[in-house]
């Protein structure tokens, strides 16, 4: 029933719009017009004015005409650069979508839009009992997962969320991701020239280096992993480093292993500031929590049914990523992230299947149907 065609036309189209974090204004006035022309009442939250963008949350709302467990589809409309006036191409011969190698393809997450989409307008079309269903386009989720986290939840009405927001290729549920900690790290030192009287001086680079020299960083075990990956600081090649500002994250499974490591990293650097006579002003935020749910759960077990209705066989996994799943999550919402199939995620050699991205949309409507 799902027209693949339109699909992958529409995919095409969404992709040309561009929707950088913070800047999705035109792409959720798009998106609004096409969900009220399918018949969803359709609004926007005030989630853009808390966290600076342009526009809120997406969030559109189709009555039900049948009893049955109320759904809510959701995907991210942001996407990372570079992702500005992207070129994607069709490749017949290997039956994917790309960029033209300049950009990112932005199928993360506007295949997982497309497909809700497509599937929205197929039930429609064929008059397909359903249940109430909801569809949430958020922002700014590659930023800190702001438009999750201010949804207007009072509008929100679901018993199960399915986010279409990961890789691999359509069967893949997760079920576990990591918690995360953002670690913003300040070394003052003191400024001395350095040819003249570099005795005189506290080198914050030096502070620094001796710190990580002490570290565990990078994969820590099989679920944790911690990365120190942003350092600015220095105004000139003459003068010892007075400031430094380190900008780093630790992630894990499981949030007693996150604590233990973030509080490794920090008293690697008070021990290096001790012994440089430093000063630090450290800044942790925990910027979501972990998710672990149970395979029994019935929005996996509904999950995998509508993955077998289309002869796809669907198994459980763990990410080391984040998604707007970890919010809902949290907040007591059963709901799973589901792969659509991007490949190649934030990069220029970013493609999506054209078949993971056909069934993607069809398991909706599975969904929907065993609902």
């Given at each position: 029933?799902t027209?693949?065609?339109?699909?992958?036309?529409?995919?095409?189209?969404?992709?040309?719009?561009?929707?950088?974090?913070?800047?999705?204004?035109?792409?959720?006035?798009?998106?609004?017009?096409?969900?009220?022309?399918?018949?969803?009442?359709?609004?926007?939250?005030?989630?853009?004015?808390?966290?600076?963008g342009?526009?809120?949350?997406?969030?559109?709302?189709?009555?039900?005409?049948?009893?049955?467990?109320?759904?809510?589809?959701?995907?991210?409309?942001?996407t990372?650069?570079?992702?500005?006036?992207?070129?994607?191409?069709i490749?017949?011969?290997?039956?994917?979508?790309?960029?033209?190698?300049?950009?990112?393809?932005?199928?993360?997450d506007?295949?997982?839009?497309?497909?809700?989409?497509?599937?929205?307008?197929?039930?429609?079309?064929?008059?397909?009992s359903h249940?109430?269903?909801?569809?949430?386009?958020s922002?700014?989720?590659?930023?800190?997962?702001l438009?999750?986290?201010?949804?207007?939840?009072?509008?929100?009405?679901?018993?199960?969320?399915?986010?279409?927001?990961?890789?691999?290729?359509?069967?893949?549920?997760i079920?576990?991701?990591?918690?995360?900690?953002?670690?913003?790290?300040?070394?003052?030192?003191?400024?001395?020239?350095?040819?003249?009287?570099?005795?005189?001086?506290?080198?914050?680079?030096?502070?620094?280096?001796?710190?990580?020299?002490?570290?565990?960083?990078?994969?820590?075990?099989?679920?944790?992993?911690?990365?120190?990956?942003?350092?600015?600081?220095?105004?000139?090649?003459?003068?010892?480093?007075?400031e430094?500002?380190?900008?780093?994250?630790?992630?894990?499974?499981?949030?007693?292993?996150?604590?233990?490591?973030?509080?490794?990293?920090?008293e690697?650097?008070?021990?290096?500031?001790?012994?440089?006579?430093?000063?630090?002003?450290?800044?942790?935020?925990?910027?979501?929590?972990?998710?672990?749910?149970?395979?029994?759960?019935?929005?996996?077990?509904?999950?995998?049914?509508?993955?077998?209705?289309?002869?796809?066989?669907?198994?459980?996994?763990s990410?080391?990523?984040a998604?707007?799943?970890?919010?809902?999550?949290?907040k007591g919402?059963?709901?799973?992230?589901?792969?659509?199939?991007?490949?190649?995620a934030?990069?220029?050699?970013e493609y999506?299947?054209?078949?993971?991205?056909?069934?993607?949309?069809?398991?909706?409507?599975?969904?929907?149907?065993?609902?």
């Amino acid at each position: 029933m799902t027209n693949k065609k339109r699909l992958i036309d529409e995919f095409i189209q969404l992709v040309k719009i561009n929707s950088l974090t913070g800047k999705e204004k035109n792409l959720a006035d798009f998106l609004l017009e096409k969900l009220s022309e399918i018949g969803f009442e359709v609004t926007t939250d005030n989630a853009g004015q808390i966290a600076g963008g342009e526009t809120g949350n997406v969030i559109a709302t189709l009555k039900g005409n049948r009893p049955g467990k109320k759904l809510l589809f959701t995907a991210h409309m942001d996407t990372v650069e570079p992702g500005l006036n992207i070129n994607p191409i069709i490749d017949e011969e290997k039956q994917i979508i790309k960029s033209d190698g300049t950009t990112i393809l932005g199928s993360d997450d506007k295949a997982g839009i497309a497909a809700i989409l497509e599937a929205m307008r197929t039930l429609r079309e064929n008059n397909i009992s359903h249940p109430d269903i909801q569809v949430v386009f958020s922002i700014w989720e590659e930023n800190g997962l702001l438009g999750a986290k201010n949804l207007d939840y009072p509008k929100i009405n679901a018993d199960y969320i399915y986010v279409f927001d990961m890789d691999g290729s359509p069967g893949r549920i997760i079920t576990k991701a990591p918690a995360q900690d953002k670690i913003t790290v300040k070394i003052i030192g003191k400024a001395a020239h350095a040819g003249l009287n570099p005795e005189s001086g506290i080198s914050a680079l030096m502070v620094a280096s001796h710190a990580i020299e002490n570290m565990k960083l990078l994969r820590i075990d099989e679920e944790t992993t911690a990365n120190f990956g942003i350092i600015h600081g220095g105004t000139g090649t003459n003068s010892v480093m007075s400031e430094l500002t380190l900008y780093g994250e630790a992630r894990s499974l499981n949030e007693e292993k996150l604590d233990k490591q973030t509080n490794h990293m920090i008293e690697c650097l008070k021990e290096a500031a001790d012994k440089f006579g430093a000063q630090l002003e450290i800044n942790v935020d925990r910027l979501y929590g972990s998710i672990d749910i149970d395979e029994n759960d019935e929005v996996v077990k509904l999950a995998k049914k509508a993955f077998s209705n289309i002869n796809i066989d669907a198994y459980t996994d763990s990410t080391g990523g984040a998604s707007d799943v970890n919010v809902y999550a949290k907040k007591g919402y059963k709901s799973v992230n589901l792969a659509i199939g991007m490949t190649n995620a934030h990069s220029v050699n970013e493609y999506i299947k054209i078949e993971d991205l056909y069934n993607s949309s069809r398991v909706i409507l599975e969904l929907i149907k065993e609902a």
